[in-house]
């Protein structure tokens, strides 16, 4: 009997994973369509380049300002409710972004609404995934974080594809309809959950000061917003960069763009994931300098995916900038939870994401608003530096503060 429950608990949470890897696939395809018709969508309504990196920067901010709230509900409330509510707003606002004319439309439907959505899922959904996989902890959320290679690649293709065959707004409405049926399937499939916080409420203002009197945790939030800003940047504008130097079609820019990057993440996620969990039982500090070193050797490739002169030197610096960046993925919230208690991880997610993507909101706006003067290609190239200062603040944990926050979570356990 026994067997058979450990059998079938091992089952489900095989399967919740399957399906949170979907939900995520939809979060990240979501946010990457309107980067793929952004051209169409200029033509169509005469916005300019500015305006364009201001609805890409609504989004990012939106979801910054919201993921802390987010996180705090997520150790307080059922996990499985949150993310099916959370995937049905982001997948509605989606679907009825394709109605939009006017700026104003956008930055509500397509900044607000879908970036507000969005927020709500991550904390809840790694937290979750946390729980449930202890014992392959960086696997599980790297497996889960190959959802957004795969989201953005496929919607680079399909998107490009929709919008040329029927228009950009039908690219929206594919999109948003799939995920509307998705969140329904995952409260019928998922368990309810008991809150993290089921016995002892910390408040939001203790949950604050018990995450960010760590100066690990600074640190390590302070890497992810460098990542994020070169991430966010690299997204909104890297199928225009490629349609523009190289005479590209949308749909071949588009799929381009994201198909060599993401595929190069996808293999350094799973590597970064398998190396991680196994350097981190020698000492639970190697899991940061996995991710620095990744950044480390991620930020020249950064600088030629702009500088390269020819097609192929552009798709080999995209696929090596994406192993590299997919090692770094593979540890964001693993590493963050060697430091953090553990009824307060959803919060500690929360506020991360907060702080980086806030931060790394500011990419696509800098860039649309430089496109005229610096250059897109120039603009690119130069997010290497985000990178080697972001590698600069985890090797500065590893060897100053590391240890003695960790320490402070083991006597909490005992």
Same mark, same amino acid.
């Given at each position: 009997?026994?067997?058979?429950?450990?059998?079938?608990?091992?089952?489900?949470?095989? *399967?919740?994973?399957?399906?949170?890897?979907?939900?995520f696939f939809l979060n990240q395809a979501d946010r990457q369509v309107f980067s793929v018709v952004l051209p169409l969508i200029k033509i169509d309504l005469k916005l300019t380049d500015g305006e364009l990196g201001l609805i890409a920067s609504a989004l990012v901010w939106t979801y910054g300002v919201l993921v802390p709230f987010a996180g705090f509900i997520g150790d307080r409330l059922s996990r499985r409710n949150i993310i099916g509510t959370s995937l049905l707003v982001w997948s509605a606002a989606t679907l009825t972004t394709g109605l939009c004319h006017t700026l104003i439309q956008f930055i509500f439907l397509r900044g607000i609404a879908t970036g507000g959505g969005?927020?709500?899922?991550?904390?809840?959904?790694?937290?979750?995934?946390?729980?449930?996989?202890?014992?392959?902890?960086?696997?599980?959320?790297?497996?889960?974080?190959?959802?957004?290679?795969?989201?953005?690649?496929?919607?680079?293709?399909?998107?490009?594809?929709?919008?040329?065959?029927?228009?950009?707004?039908?690219?929206f409405y594919l999109f948003g309809?799939?995920?509307?049926?998705?969140?329904?399937?995952?409260?019928?499939?998922?368990?309810?959950?008991?809150?993290?916080?089921?016995? *002892?409420?910390?408040?939001?203002?203790?949950?604050?000061?018990?995450?960010?009197?760590?100066?690990?945790?600074?640190?390590?939030?302070?890497?992810?917003?460098?990542?994020?800003?070169?991430?966010?940047?690299?997204?909104?504008?890297?199928p225009s960069l490629l349609a523009e130097k190289f005479n590209l079609s949308l749909a071949a820019a588009g799929f381009s763009s994201m198909f060599y990057h993401h595929i190069g993440a996808f293999i350094g996620v799973i590597l970064g994931?398998?190396?991680?969990?196994?350097?981190?039982?020698?000492?639970?500090a190697n899991r940061l300098v996995v991710q620095g070193v990744s950044l480390l050797l991620g930020a020249p490739f950064i600088y030629w995916i702009g500088s390269g002169e020819t097609v192929t030197i552009t798709y080999v610096a995209l696929f090596m900038f994406g192993i590299f960046r997919g090692?770094?993925?593979?540890?964001?919230?693993?590493?963050?939870?060697?430091?953090?208690?553990?009824?307060?991880k959803s919060s500690a997610s929360g506020l991360m994401l907060m702080c980086a993507f806030l931060i790394g909101a500011f990419s696509p706006v800098l860039l649309g608003y430089l496109k005229p003067t610096l250059g897109i290609e120039a603009g690119v190239s130069?997010?290497?530096?985000?990178?080697?200062?972001?590698?600069?603040?985890?090797?500065?944990?590893?060897?100053?503060?590391f240890k003695k926050d960790r320490e402070k979570i083991e006597e909490i356990k005992r």
């Open positions: 009997m026994d067997q058979e429950v450990s059998g079938s608990r091992k089952s489900y949470k095989w *399967e919740m994973l399957a399906w949170l890897w979907l939900a969005e927020a709500f899922y991550a904390p809840a959904a790694n937290a979750l995934i946390s729980e449930e996989h202890k014992n392959k902890r960086s696997l599980a959320l790297a497996l889960h974080q190959t959802a957004v290679y795969f989201g953005i690649i496929l919607s680079g293709l399909i998107a490009g594809y929709v919008a040329e065959l029927y228009g950009w707004r039908h690219a309809g799939f995920g509307v049926l998705i969140a329904l399937i995952i409260f019928l499939r998922l368990k309810k959950d008991l809150p993290a916080q089921v016995t *002892e409420k910390v408040d939001v203002i203790t949950t604050a000061k018990l995450i960010f009197k760590k100066p690990t945790v600074i640190l390590l939030t302070f890497s992810f917003a460098c990542m994020v800003f070169v991430n966010v940047g690299y997204l909104t504008w890297m994931g398998s190396l991680s969990d196994r350097f981190s039982r020698i000492n639970p090692a770094y993925d593979s540890s964001i919230f693993a590493s963050l939870y060697e430091v953090v208690k553990p009824e307060i130069y997010l290497w530096i985000s990178y080697f200062i972001g590698a600069l603040s985890l090797f500065t944990a590893v060897l100053f503060f």
